[in-house]
């Protein structure tokens, strides 16, 4: 196995493993999404009428926040279909909210979208015990998108010294291949959190491109 390709894999596995995968981070709003892990754990729970499930999407703290709603929930489902509805909506947002804060981050509504290609295969690597397909396919893809960025900066540098202009188009591409190839390694190297979204911590010195 060539070096490159190694490096990739290592990055990837580090990744797929909970330490995150680099901005934009395509796990921040599964827990927002409708169909996502936390509104699942939450749907059956109110069919067994048992909060147990739920407590373990929030911070110890907040179990006394997810009690009470919960017994809210209970209380209003039984009036009718439309009480039901509105009763599951409500503690689904209570559950997602003060799931995302407990972590440091913002809630911004439930999202009705399904998750990435990306997510919906960690779900199934959980679900099935294995995750080979998705080391490939992510893999396929960070591959893929380092191998772009680099043919297409490395052309460029060809012919960086034949005008400004042309000086610039290697400079901005240079920036985005570095940046990107980067972000794939702090993202390799930095626990993973909804802490962490939007912004990443480098640990020791770090080649940054402006």
């Given at each position: 196995?060539?070096?490159?390709?190694?490096?990739?894999?290592?990055?990837?596995?580090?990744?797929?493993?909970?330490?995150?995968?680099?901005?934009?981070?395509?796990?921040?709003?599964?827990?927002?999404?409708?169909?996502?892990?936390?509104?699942?754990?939450?749907?059956?729970?109110?069919?067994?009428?048992?909060?147990?499930?739920?407590?373990?999407?929030?911070?110890?703290?907040?179990?006394?926040?997810?009690?009470?709603?919960?017994?809210?929930?209970?209380?209003?489902?039984?009036?009718?279909?439309?009480?039901?509805?509105?009763?599951?909506?409500?503690?689904?947002?209570?559950?997602?909210?003060?799931?995302?804060?407990?972590?440091?981050?913002?809630?911004?509504?439930?999202?009705?979208?399904?998750?990435?290609?990306?997510?919906?295969?960690?779900?199934?690597?959980?679900?099935?015990?294995?995750?080979?397909?998705?080391?490939?396919?992510?893999?396929?893809?960070?591959?893929?998108?380092?191998?772009?960025?680099?043919?297409?900066?490395?052309?460029?540098?060809?012919?960086?010294?034949e005008?400004?202009e042309?000086?610039?188009?290697?400079?901005?591409?240079?920036?985005?291949?570095?940046?990107?190839?980067?972000?794939?390694?702090?993202?390799?190297?930095?626990?993973g959190s909804?802490?962490?979204?939007?912004?990443?911590?480098?640990?020791?010195?770090?080649?940054?491109?402006?």
């Open positions: 196995m060539k070096p490159g390709s190694t490096l990739v894999q290592a990055l990837v596995m580090a990744c797929i493993l909970g330490l995150g995968f680099g901005a934009p981070r395509f796990a921040a709003a599964h827990c927002d999404t409708l169909d996502g892990p936390v509104i699942t754990t939450a749907r059956a729970a109110l069919e067994k009428g048992d909060v147990t499930p739920t407590l373990k999407w929030v911070q110890k703290d907040d179990e006394a926040a997810i009690r009470e709603a919960f017994q809210k929930t209970l209380a209003v489902r039984v009036k009718g279909p439309e009480a039901q509805s509105l009763a599951d909506m409500y503690f689904f947002e209570t559950l997602v909210r003060i799931h995302r804060a407990g972590e440091g981050a913002p809630y911004t509504g439930l999202k009705p979208t399904e998750p990435g290609p990306a997510v919906a295969g960690a779900d199934e690597a959980l679900a099935t015990g294995s995750v080979d397909g998705l080391v490939a396919t992510v893999t396929a893809d960070v591959a893929e998108g380092i191998k772009i960025r680099f043919t297409r900066t490395l052309e460029l540098k060809k012919h960086a010294g005008s400004v042309k000086g610039r188009e290697f400079v901005e591409s240079y920036v985005d291949f570095v940046h990107h190839v980067e972000g794939l390694h702090e993202a390799a190297t930095t626990p909804h802490q962490a979204e939007g912004e990443v911590k480098p640990k020791g010195e770090e080649h940054h491109v402006h």
